[in-house]
C-alpha cells in the first residue's frame, strides 16, 4: 500500500455535483508528480481500473460498486502559478472559481464567463468548455500531460489539443492533464470584476444552482452537420452561434418538469437534469434515454450527452 492517504469504500454520492453515485473500492487525492506516480505503480500491481477525475462536475457516476481507484487531480495545492509575458501556467487541478479570483487580483480579462462553473481547469479542457459564445480552447496556448502507461511527459500546442465543439484530442488519450497555459490580456479590475459577478448573477437567475445537477446534460446541435435543417426550419428553431439548443428541442417535446424517481427534467432549464429527491443513477439514465427518443421521434435528431456517464 503506497504511503499516500488512500479512503476505501469511499462513497462517490460525496464528490459528485447532482450528489449520485455507489462506492468505489479505494478514492485517493493527488498533490503532485511523485504521488502520481507513487498511485500509478500500485494500480499496475495490483491490476485496478481507474477513473481520473477534477472536480467531478460533469460526470455521472453509477449507483452500483466501482472496484478500482478514483484518482482526484488536485495539484493546485501549493504549487506556484508560473507567469510568462503573455500568458499564465496553471495546474490542471486549480478550481476555476480560483483561476478567476487570481485574473481579478492580476487584472486579466477575458475569462469572465467562466463564473459558476464549478469545474478545474483541466476538466475545462479535456472537454473544452463553453457558455456565452466562448470556448476555452480559444485561450489555450499549451498543455503538459502525463501518460498513464509510460509516466511520460508530454506537451501538446494548442493545434495539437484539437479542439472542437465540446471536443479535445485528450478525450481519445491515456493521459492526464497536469498543466495548462493560458493566455493573459490585460484589463481593468472594476471592469472584470463586474463582468464576473453578472454572469454569476445571470445563473443564479436562471436558477442553475437551484438543486444538485451536471450543467447541460447534452451537446447543442450544430447546424453544419444537419442533413435535414431545412425541414426542421419549420419548426422555426432559434439558431445561435451556428448551433440549435438542445434545451429548445427537448422542451418543444414538452419534457420540462418530467419526472422519474427523484430525478427531473428541470423546468427551468430543459437541458438539465436535476436531483430533487435522492435521485439514483438509474433515474437520471433513464430521463436521457426518454430525451433522446422524444426528440430523434420529432425532429430526427440524435442528441449526444455532454456530460459523462461512468458505468461500471
Not at 14 to 40: H, M, P, Q, T, W
Request: aromatic content about 10%.
Amino acid at each position: 500500500m503506497p504511503s499516500l492517504k488512500i479512503q476505501r469504500n469511499f462513497l462517490l454520492k460525496n464528490i459528485s455535483s447532482i450528489k449520485i453515485g455507489g462506492r468505489a473500492k479505494y478514492f485517493v487525492e493527488i498533490n503532485s508528480k511523485k504521488d502520481l506516480f507513487e498511485i500509478l505503480k500500485w494500480v499496475k500491481q495490483k491490476n485496478l481500473p481507474i477513473l481520473i477525475i477534477g472536480n467531478a462536475s460533469n460526470i455521472l457516476f453509477s449507483d452500483g460498486f466501482f472496484p478500482g481507484v478514483v484518482i482526484r487531480i488536485k495539484n493546485s495545492k501549493n504549487r506556484k502559478i508560473i507567469k510568462k509575458a503573455k500568458s499564465v501556467v496553471v495546474s490542471s487541478g486549480m478550481l476555476i472559481s480560483d483561476f478567476l479570483n487570481y485574473c481579478l487580483k492580476n487584472q486579466w480579462r477575458g475569462y469572465e464567463w467562466l463564473a459558476g462553473i464549478p469545474g478545474t481547469i483541466g476538466g475545462a479542457v479535456f472537454g473544452n468548455a463553453g457558455a456565452y459564445g466562448q470556448e476555452i480552447g480559444n485561450y489555450v496556448v499549451s498543455v503538459e500531460t502525463i501518460d498513464i502507461s509510460t509516466k511520460k511527459v508530454k506537451k501538446y500546442s494548442n493545434r495539437e489539443c484539437h479542439f472542437a465543439y465540446r471536443e479535445s484530442i485528450f478525450k481519445a488519450k491515456n493521459e492526464i492533464l497536469w498543466n495548462v497555459e493560458l493566455k493573459t490580456i490585460k484589463g481593468k479590475k472594476e471592469q472584470i470584476e463586474k463582468e464576473i459577478k453578472n454572469y454569476f448573477q445571470e445563473r443564479i437567475e436562471k436558477k442553475n444552482f437551484l438543486y444538485p445537477s451536471l450543467g447541460c446534460v447534452f451537446k447543442n446541435i450544430l447546424v453544419e452537420e444537419l442533413k435535414n435543417f431545412e425541414e426542421i426550419k419549420k419548426f422555426n428553431p432559434p439558431v445561435r452561434n451556428g448551433k440549435i439548443s438542445a434545451g429548445w428541442l427537448i422542451e418543444q417535446c414538452g419534457l420540462k418538469g418530467k419526472k422519474i424517481g427523484g430525478a427531473m427534467i428541470a423546468s427551468f432549464h430543459a437541458n438539465f437534469i436535476v436531483n430533487i429527491s435522492n435521485a439514483s443513477s438509474q433515474d437520471v439514465k433513464k430521463l436521457i434515454a426518454l430525451i433522446k427518443e422524444k426528440v430523434s421521434q420529432k425532429f430526427n435528431i440524435q442528441l449526444k450527452e455532454e456530460i459523462i456517464v461512468f458505468d461500471y
